[in-house]
């Protein structure tokens, strides 16, 4: 049976240098992780924001067209039903940005915790070698997606609160119902809970996948 040469042996081992390479790898990982989510929520939000000044835009043409009354905006019974309608249309519109903030943060996420997985790979060896380790969670499981009082999750609030104002004013206007401000903030209450509840169950499916194989055993703690 061939025996390996000491030398084949020591090349085999990795120096920490190279380790610290790593390091600064992943640091850069981490620095476009972010980047990438900061944009990507920016990029809805407007696209949000875009869709919902629809109505308005639509309403402004319309009374300068002269088409609408300005004074018949001010009374709910007078609004003709086909700007409720655009109501409507705009806030279901707006529903799609915020799927696809739920879908953006939850891809962030797992790319984050793959970063996690990859620094286990040599964040033991840093300390081992170097009494030094970098400053990053090395857990798998980390960051968790569902976090209300993040920005992403404070975002998905706000959006859900205003694409729930929007459908509930269209809906109401379209079944012709006289409206008061119990009915109308019940009803955003209820819808704002859905779209919320979406977000939830959306990242806690996730959160709950399985997690990296770790053939090297290394214990799953958050530095």
């Known amino acids: ?3 390996t040469p000491p030398r084949m ?5 990795l120096a920490p240098g190279q380790f ?3 390091a600064a790898v992943d640091f850069t990982g981490v620095y476009a992780v972010h980047l990438a989510a900061k944009e990507e929520r920016l990029k809805m939000t407007r696209l949000s924001l875009s869709l919902l000044s629809g109505p308005f835009l639509a309403a402004i043409a319309l009374a300068s067209a002269k088409v609408v009354d300005p004074q018949s905006l001010t009374r709910w019974q007078d609004v003709p039903w086909y700007l409720f309608a655009l109501v409507t249309a705009f806030g279901l519109l707006s529903v799609l940005p915020f799927l ?3 879908e953006a943060v ?3 996420a797992r790319t984050a915790r793959a970063i996690n997985n990859f620094r286990l790979l040599y ?4 300390r081992d070698d170097l009494d030094w380790s970098p400053n990053l969670p090395i857990d798998p499981r980390f960051p968790e997606t569902y976090a209300p009082l993040t920005w992403p999750g404070i975002n998905v609030m706000v959006m859900a609160t205003v694409n729930s104002t929007y459908l509930t004013v269209g809906v109401t206007g379209l079944s012709g119902q006289e409206p008061n401000a119990l009915m109308l ?3 955003i209450l209820l819808v704002a809970l859905v779209h919320y509840a979406v977000y939830y169950i959306r990242c806690n499916v996730t959160r709950r996948r ?4 770790n053939p090297y055993r290394f214990p799953n703690l958050e530095s």
Request: no cysteine.
């Open 1 to 3: 049976m061939r025996k």
């Open 9 to 13: 042996a020591r090349e085999t081992d």
């Open 20 to 22: 610290l390479q790593l």
């Open 100 to 102: 696809r903030l739920i």
């Open 106 to 108: 939850n891809a962030h």
């Open 123 to 126: 964040a033991t060896k840093l």
């Open 185 to 187: 903030m019940t009803g």
């Open 210 to 213: 399985r997690l990296p194989r």
